[in-house]
């Protein structure tokens, strides 16, 4: 049986569940944004969805970055996005 890949709106509710942040303030991409320097990841193979959820506090501080397999919905990377400033 073949797999079905997760399209975005699975990638947001993936993600909403993770982090308890509504769906809209999430940002999604199908590309890892240029700003991102994630440094400690593991290495990302097939295409994926790259998530951007706001940070918790006020004033500079970094997003979080949750990236998911459009293959199977695994979470491979959820931390921060190292985006400030």
């Given amino acids: 049986m073949e797999k079905t890949p997760i399209d975005k709106y699975e990638a947001l509710q993936i993600a909403q569940k993770r982090c308890s942040t509504p769906i809209e303030s999430f940002e ?27 940070g918790k506090g006020v004033g500079l501080q ?22 400030e400033g």
């Fill in 28 to 54: 999604i991409y199908e590309l890892k944004p240029e700003n991102w320097n994630i440094y400690v990841a593991p290495a990302v193979s097939g295409e994926c969805w790259y998530i951007q959820a706001p």
């Fill in 62 to 83: 970094s997003s979080r970055a949750i990236v998911i397999s459009k293959e199977d919905g695994e979470v491979i990377y959820d931390g921060l996005a190292n985006d």
